[in-house]
């Protein structure tokens, strides 16, 4: 047992960092209903720019403290705040949307100014022994870590129990009209509330680098995971059980590398043990102690196609022959045209998922990496090309079959969660086992005859219109019409004795083979791949370029590749793929904003307030003063 005391110290002091973040994420999510997805990457703004001020220009670090969490996270809360309004009002496919989109931006943004390679953050706090508890050695700066969460504990609990704003925090999501009739101003007290959850994020950005000694965008994005473990056990509403459910993942988590560092098959488990939680959690947490806070908004329907059927049918047929003749339109840059072809299935399945059926998910390169690990280990047994590539999609049916359990029980905001914890817990534990690309390069190849870009083109635009009219029948087929109508309302669909849960379980197996066989033919194209090809960040820049690509299958299935792999071709330099990073995160967040129908609305407000502009002078009555005889 004495062995196990340094991990448990050290799962105590993470954990409070976890639990920290979760205070935050919890607190802002209670009082706008806006779950912030984005929260981790406020917290590693805030760490690099920490890093910035002390580091590069100087600044002593108590002033960059201050200006960090005293200015710069007050300032960001207020924006965010700003961001929660205009999300308030759409559905909860488009707020995760924009909270993604936002994710992605700021990731951008991060790159753009500090690059994309990792930093040695140094200690700023004194890490000098302060005591030891049977031979573990507990620092100054672990005390400090661990004293400020507790306090931030103890503080929100007091403040939500004693003050005036607090008991109005909790009432605002309830209902903020009865809360303005009481005196007190709905608006005021989101931005007390985003004010806060910032400058908790910033708080435990800054800490945790100091603990990290290091600063990585991909962990300190990660960092918000870890909260949502937390704030799972914490059923997402209640903030001091948020920070004890931090050190309880975080002391699950040091113990659970300790116990497994020995075996080989296990090692990495304990990285995946906050997903783990998350993902039980939300499996065995009563779907009553699970409902979404905020005010539940029907996403809009489809809006009608311009052109006619005949009108459709000749773009349709002028695409084709673009389509046909592009290997001989592009040169050199076929190559990429041929990564795009492979990810057109990739993105008409999660059109299918998140447009057709509205459900959500985040893990959908997650599917495509165990397709791609299939397809190349099929080769390596022998197995003909063809079949190789529809046993990658087969691959994924399994894990469709596991994802598809919550959504059984979870939609929306829990269903994103869950798919987004599986994701990360295959790239963190399970893309480095020798049963998917372990640790290295695993060989594939193209079929025989296939060595040219150009043929091969040819025969991935197969596998791709394959993979658009496989979708467009389902769409239209009595099963597409039972997914639209779950979309709208699963509990009219079920009270007309129709099985949603069966509907729901046959789209994941239907969108994960089809992902699965996007990644088995994107593995074919160099004749090699790796683990690295899958980051479980481009799930999330998948759904922020889906949103922009718009509504229509065929057109989202074809725009969304072309503006993620083609539109880079086109820009060169150092800083070109984080400038469209942070479009694609813009325009997500925009796509959310609009999609219930705001700037229609906004200008139909505008035209209605200036309509007496629009009959001009002519149109308009006179009226001049007469003149008053005898005066002047």
Not at 10 to 39: E, Q
Not at 134 to 160: K, R, Y
Not at 540 to 548: G, K, Q, Y
Not at 603 to 616: F, K
Request: hydrophobic residues 55%; proline residues 4%.
């Amino acid at each position: 047992m004495r062995d196990y005391y340094p991990f448990i110290i050290f799962g105590i002091i993470t954990g409070s960092i976890y639990g920290l973040t979760a205070m935050g994420l919890v607190l802002t999510y209670k009082t706008s209903g806006v779950f912030n997805i984005a929260h981790g990457a406020v917290c590693a703004g805030a760490a690099y720019a920490f890093y910035g001020f002390r580091q590069r220009e100087g600044i002593p670090w108590p002033v960059s403290f201050v200006l960090v969490v005293g200015v710069m996270a007050p300032l960001a809360g207020l924006i965010l705040e700003r961001l929660a309004v205009l999300l308030a009002p759409v559905s909860t496919a488009y707020r995760i949307v924009g909270t993604v989109g936002l994710l992605v931006a700021i990731r951008a943004i991060l790159g753009l100014i500090f690059g994309d390679t990792g930093l040695v953050f140094d200690p700023f706090l004194s890490q000098r022994q302060a005591f030891s508890v049977a031979g573990a050695s507990v620092t100054v700066d672990d005390l400090i870590t661990l004293g400020v969460g507790a306090l931030a504990a103890i503080g929100l609990f007091a403040f939500f129990r004693v003050s005036r704003l607090g008991t109005a925090m909790r009432g605002v999501v309830d209902d903020p009209q009865l809360l303005s009739m009481a005196g007190t101003a709905p608006t005021r007290v989101r931005r007390a509330s985003w004010v806060i959850g910032s400058c908790f994020a910033a708080v435990s950005g800054v800490l945790f680098a100091q603990i990290q000694s290091q600063l990585d965008i991909n962990v300190l994005s990660l960092l918000v995971v870890q909260a949502f473990g937390a704030a799972v056990l914490a059923r997402f509403t209640n903030l001091p059980g948020s920070f004890l459910g931090g050190l309880a993942v975080g002391v699950a988590q040091a113990v659970t590398s300790k116990a497994t560092g020995h075996s080989h098959q296990l090692q990495g488990i304990h990285l995946a043990v906050p997903f783990l939680i998350l993902f039980i959690g939300l499996l065995v947490i009563p779907r009553g102690k699970l409902i979404e806070i905020g005010r539940t908004v029907r996403a809009r329907p489809r809006p009608a196609a311009v052109l006619g059927p005949r009108e459709r049918a000749v773009a349709f047929a002028a695409l084709a022959g673009v389509l046909v003749a592009l290997p001989h339109l592009v040169g050199a840059k076929l190559p990429g045209y041929n990564v795009a072809m492979t990810q057109v299935l990739l993105f008409a399945s999660l059109h299918l998922l998140v447009r057709t059926s509205g459900q959500i998910s985040l893990c959908h390169f997650g599917f495509a990496a165990v397709g791609a690990a299939g397809f190349g280990h099929m080769l390596r047994h022998g197995v003909p090309f063809g079949v190789a590539v529809l046993i990658g999609g087969l691959y994924c049916l399994p894990l469709a079959l596991i994802v598809s359990v919550p959504a059984i029980r979870l939609s929306g905001l829990y269903l994103a969660l869950a798919t987004l914890g599986f994701g990360i817990m295959l790239a963190q534990f399970a893309y480095s086992k020798s049963y998917m690309f372990g640790g290295g390069q695993l060989l594939t190849r193209r079929p025989d005859g296939f060595a040219s870009d150009t043929r091969y083109y040819y025969l991935l635009l197969g596998f791709a219109a394959a993979a658009v009219g496989i979708v467009l029948l389902v769409e239209r087929s009595r099963l597409g019409r039972l997914l639209r109508a779950m979309s709208d309302s699963p509990l009219a669909l079920t009270t007309l004795g129709t099985s949603v849960n069966a509907s729901r379980v046959l789209v994941f197996v239907i969108s994960g083979f089809i992902a699965g066989v996007s990644g088995a033919l994107y593995a074919s194209l160099f004749g090699g791949v790796t683990q690295d090809g899958f980051n479980y960040v481009q799930s999330l820049v998948a759904l922020a370029v889906l949103a922009i690509a718009g509504t229509r299958t065929v057109n989202a299935s074809l725009l969304a590749p072309g503006l993620l792999y083609v539109v880079p071709l086109y820009f060169t330099g150092s800083r070109a793929d984080q400038i469209l990073q942070l479009g694609f995160g813009a325009g997500a967040i925009l796509a959310a904003a609009a999609s219930q129908g705001a700037p229609a609305v906004a200008l139909a407000r505008a035209a209605q307030r200036h309509a007496g502009r629009a009959r001009g002078p002519a149109g308009r009555r006179m009226a001049f003063p007469l003149p008053v005889r005898g005066g002047s």
